[in-house]
């Protein structure tokens, strides 16, 4: 099992936590009010955090704060693995707001320290479909085989299915997913309660 470093108190943070703490991993949660993390921690089960400690680093940030929250931890992040899960879509969600050809994961792989490895994963799964005895697929990206096996081992662990689509160059177009995604809950499927997944035919 892996130890899980989890900077977020939001939706997607909290049920992260809970699924990686039923499938027996260690979990700490970050916060920026250590009082707010501490009844977080608390409900949760999990560990209060200032600095992450674990092997695997998941930046539950939107994307506009993921560079600040790499910024303040620095060389605290060398030689972990950190899986971005954002999704970083324009105001009128008719966009991205990554640079063109770029990726929120590929910007955050820009300021980590060059021993940190970044994955993409988690962005093309609505965080309240993640409640227990669900096996959905996870969608990863990462240009590092070593950090992708642990963290499909952790996806595992989390009773998901983990499919890598390739390098990191791969994750725009699985932030393009994530914005399909919303503008189907608007428009074809009506709301926010499907998940993406592959059916293997023949």
Do not use: C
């Not at 899980?4 to 700490?28: D, K, P």
């Not at 799964?125 to 227990?132: A, D, E, I």
């Not at 177009?173 to 399909?180: D, I, S």
């Amino acid at each position: 099992m892996s130890s899980v470093s989890i900077i977020g108190l939001g939706t997607m943070a909290r049920t992260l936590a809970a699924r990686a703490l039923a499938g027996g991993n260690a979990v700490e949660v970050i916060g920026r009010d250590p009082a707010k993390t501490g009844e977080v921690a608390a409900a949760l089960g999990a560990t209060a955090g200032a600095v992450p400690t674990g092997d695997i680093v998941i930046l539950a940030v939107p994307y506009a704060g993921a560079g600040p929250v790499v910024a303040q931890f620095g060389d605290a992040l060398a030689g972990k693995i950190v899986i971005d899960i954002a999704n970083p879509v324009t105001p009128d969600l008719k966009g991205l707001a990554t640079p063109d050809g770029s990726s929120a994961a590929q910007e955050i792989a820009k300021a980590v320290p060059a021993s940190t490895p970044v994955v993409k994963a988690f962005n093309t799964v609505f965080g309240h479909v993640l409640t227990p005895g669900r096996t959905l697929d996870v969608l990863l990206a990462g240009d590092d085989t070593r950090a992708k096996t642990s963290v499909s081992a952790f996806i595992k662990s989390l009773g998901l299915r983990p499919l890598d689509v390739g390098g990191l160059e791969m994750a725009r177009w699985l932030e393009g997913t994530g914005l399909l995604m919303i503008s189907l809950a608007g428009h074809g499927v009506g709301s926010f309660d499907f998940s993406l997944g592959i059916d293997l035919l023949g």
